[in-house]
Every structure is written in C-alpha cells, then in structure tokens.
C-alpha cells in the first residue's frame, strides 16, 4: 500500500463520489432524472365560417401545417362567434366575409369588450367596401387585424395566422393592398354609396331628386363628387371632352364601382327590392 496514502487518506465524501460514478463501480451510477418539461399552451383560435368544408379545411390545415399548436374552434356566424368570445377568450379570431354580412360590425363589438383582440377577416373576394366599413369602425390603438381573401393559397392563410398571433404583425393580403389604399385616399361617404345605388338602379335626376328629397343641383353635385372619386382619379383622360363623347359617365361610375367591389351583384336584389318598395309607397301617397 502506498505510504502517502495512509498519510493522507481519501475524504469520506470523495469516496462516495467515486463509487456512485466510477464506471467501474460494481453498481450502476445513480442519475438523477429530472421532471418533463410542460408542454406549452396551444393558441386557441375561434373560426367563424358558415361552410362547413371551408371550415374543416382551415382548421386541418393550421394543425398540421403551424410549428406551435392551437386548438380551433367552430362558429357557424359572426353573431355566433360574437357570443363565444367572452366565454373561450380566444388569442385569434377568424370572421368570414361577405356581402351584407355583419363581421364589421361583430369586429366592433370585440374590440370594444377586448381592445386587444387580434382579427384575421376571411373575404370571399377582394372588396373596396369591406376596407370602407372597417375605416368607419371604431378600432382601439392596440387592435390588431389582417386580412386575406379566401381565394389565395393556403400557404398565405398560414402566413397571416402566424403573422398575427406569433409576431404581433398586421398582414394585408396583396391583392386587398391597392383597395385598402383606393378607401385611404379617396374613400366614399354613405351619401356617395347611396348615389352609386341609385345610379346602378337606373334612376333618373328628377327620380333621385324624389327619393332622397334634394333638388336637382344637389343631386348632380352628388354625382359631380363620385367622378372625381372613382373615375377622374384614377383615370384622367376621363376628364377630356373627347372621352365625354365616347363614354356615358354614369353607367362608367356603375362599372367603376362594380370592378371595385363598392356594389355586388349580391346587392343589386337587395337595392332591387328597396326600391320598388319606395315606388309602391310613393304612388299611393297623394302628391301636395
């Protein structure tokens, strides 16, 4: 036996040390094994879509194609979705878009019980009127939306969900930019849609007159304003007498405001029926 090693023994405490992990040990060592980790929360995400195979495709396609998880949720309306909220508390909303439908409007009522809430609208198509009602709307500071239409690739959709939810990024669909900009710079008031309406139906100067109770000036002021909207600033050759010749300005502006999406086909039954209403009620009236 080594001398120095009686003269100075190995400490108690370095002996267990090298017992527990020497590999030559004659037990195996003793690894201390540690807790799992807990796993992270999914983002639970409320879709409002009335469609019942758009509905299970967006949801299958954020469970498999997002790197985090998230728990999806159906409404099969925004008035639906809207009554959820308060209950679920969801970290995004998905709101459907479409022609007369109140996503606008149920947006409203969120932000308004929950400033912060994020917002991804969900269009059929590209709308210059859908921008219009969201820029009327009474959004707080910290609100936060996208928008992308229901047309592009499922990729896009991912990208806007992640956007909003990961990043804290508001995302404009590509194609919804240049309306989005149309409705800053030139947007339209409720009295221009109503004259765009009138127009779309046909009406005459002396009709238009009638039924909005204004004189024959206000009304040709009123269409006055929509050239310069919708048709002088965006095309200016429009302004020349010779294109005066060549177009009917009026049903121009109706065309205009159709590409835009400013009036659907969907509306012009509505529009229809408001006005043969009117009609019926005006020739019952006995005129003073």
Not at 108 to 135: H, N
């Amino acid at each position: 036996m080594d001398a120095r090693n009686l003269d100075h023994p190995t400490p108690s405490f370095l002996v267990e040390s090298q017992l527990r992990f020497n590999p030559r040990a004659d037990h195996e060592p003793q690894i201390e094994k540690k807790p799992p980790a807990p796993e992270a929360r999914p983002y639970s995400i409320l879709i409002a879509e009335s469609t019942s195979a758009f509905a299970a495709h967006v949801i299958g396609l954020l469970q498999s194609e997002l790197k985090f998880p998230v728990a999806c949720t159906r409404a099969n309306s925004c008035t639906e979705a809207a009554e959820m909220i308060d209950q679920m508390a969801p970290d995004l909303v998905v709101l459907e878009m479409a022609p007369g439908s109140n996503s606008v409007q149920v947006a409203g009522q969120i932000w308004q019980s929950r400033p912060q809430a994020k917002i991804l609208f969900w269009p059929d198509k590209c709308r210059e009127t859908y921008f219009r009602d969201l820029a009327l709307t009474t959004m707080p500071p910290e609100a936060l939306y996208g928008f992308v239409v229901k047309t592009s690739s499922d990729d896009r959709f991912v990208y806007a969900v992640a956007s909003l939810l990961l990043h804290n990024n508001a995302y404009i669909d590509p194609c919804a930019r240049k309306a989005q900009s149309a409705q800053q710079h030139n947007m339209l008031s409720d009295i221009d849609l109503e004259t765009l309406h009138d127009l779309a139906l046909g009406l005459t100067d002396k009709a238009m007159a009638q039924r909005r109770l204004l004189s024959l000036r206000g009304v040709q002021n009123r269409i006055s304003s929509l050239y310069k909207k919708l048709l002088f600033a965006e095309d200016k050759a429009l302004q020349s007498k010779t294109a005066s010749e060549l177009v009917n300005m009026r049903v121009r502006l109706v065309f205009e405001a159709m590409r835009r999406g400013l009036i659907s086909s969907e509306e012009l039954s509505r529009l229809d029926t408001e006005f043969n209403d009117w009609m019926a009620k005006s020739t019952r009236e006995p005129r003073t």
